[in-house]
């Protein structure tokens, strides 16, 4: 199956997250109780929820997304080459032009998401960081309702 997929359909993609606040004196009261509450069970009795904190950046809602890379084949004649960008600074900004990315060159049925553990990672905090910043999820970040062989993504930890 995987030999039959067309490299100029695939867009490669990694993100990388931090915890949405530098320390957890900087959250309000209210966001200190959801993430005692949210780590608990993870946290047990070995860390208090402010040793823990370090680790807020894999919770799409205590994190945030500081860069999305994104690399993809483009073929000029006989000629293929790998083109890769990265969109930093705001996040806000990041998945707005994230976005318009996948809306207008990668929309397609025949386009394929591809990272490591994007399935699990990647996709859906890119898409909850999208609905707490109010941007609408494209079509090929919209999971809901589907079931595993409707997902056009290729997931290299499953390869």
């Not at 993100?15 to 946290?43: C, G, N």
């Not at 000029?76 to 207008?104: A, M, P, Q, W, Y």
């Amino acid at each position: 199956m995987i030999e039959k997929i067309n490299l100029n359909h695939i867009l490669f993609l990694d993100i990388e997250t931090v915890p949405e606040e530098a320390h957890f004196h900087s959250l309000d009261d209210e966001m200190k109780t959801l993430w005692e509450q949210k780590t608990q069970y993870q946290r047990k009795d070995d860390f208090s929820p402010e040793e823990f904190y370090d680790r807020a950046g894999i919770w799409a809602e205590f994190g945030k997304i500081v860069c999305v890379s994104v690399g993809y084949f483009v073929v000029k004649g006989d000629i293929r080459n790998f083109r890769v960008t990265s969109f930093f600074g705001d996040e806000k900004k990041i998945l707005r032009d994230f976005n318009n990315l996948l809306n207008n060159h990668f929309n397609q049925a025949q386009h394929i998401l591809c990272g490591h553990n994007a399935k699990e990672f990647d996709i859906p905090f890119l898409a909850r960081r999208m609905i707490i910043n109010q941007i609408p999820i494209p079509n090929k970040l919209n999971l809901f309702g589907k079931k595993p062989w409707e997902i056009p993504h290729l997931d290299t930890l499953e390869l």
